[in-house]
């Protein structure tokens, strides 16, 4: 093993380990919901330790996913489950919403606004996730079986 594999491996067993702090919480596709899927955040940021920068960051990132999830992801009055996972990591906050909406790559960032005007300025639709991107280290999306899976990593 040579020193940069040695370095990945010891931050896999970190992973691991404070992967034991970690949450999940299962609501139904209603915004209703979004009440208990912030009492989970708060729950694990307390747990976890994380500053309130983290905390604000990840109910900001969590509201907007889940919010366009239960708007724009199903036929109106179909009736889902949606999974939100938060896992503490050695460097990072790594946040998991699943679903069975329609298929949709929140991966990709929607323009910013332009130049020499602020995101207030942005019209409606793509700011969330425009700011979910600002927020996050990385964003990714995977469609496994009929089931969406993104995957945000927000810095510690």
């Known amino acids: ?3 940069d594999n ?3 491996a010891r931050s896999d067993q970190q992973d691991i380990l404070m992967a034991a702090k970690a ?3 299962t609501v139904r596709n209603d915004l209703s919901e979004l009440q208990a899927v912030y009492s989970a955040l708060e729950s694990f940021s307390r747990t976890a330790g994380l500053s ?3 905390r604000r960051s990840m109910l900001l990132v969590v509201e907007e996913l889940f ?4 708007s724009y992801g199903y036929p109106k009055g179909e009736a889902d489950e949606i999974v939100v996972t938060m896992a503490l990591r050695s460097r990072h906050v790594e946040l998991t919403l699943t679903d069975s909406g329609k298929p949709f790559d929140n991966s990709i960032s929607p323009d910013g606004p332009v130049q020499g005007e602020d995101a207030e300025s942005m019209p409606v639709g793509g700011l969330g996730l425009f700011l979910v991107h600002q927020l996050a280290e990385q964003v990714t999306t995977k469609r496994s079986g009929d089931r969406n899976h993104t995957i945000v990593r927000l810095p510690r």
Request: glycine residues 12%; proline residues 0%; charged residues 25%.
């Open 1 to 3: 093993m040579n020193g």
């Open 6 to 8: 040695a370095g990945t």
């Open 23 to 25: 949450e999940k919480v």
């Open 52 to 54: 309130d920068e983290v």
């Open 67 to 70: 919010s366009n999830t239960v």
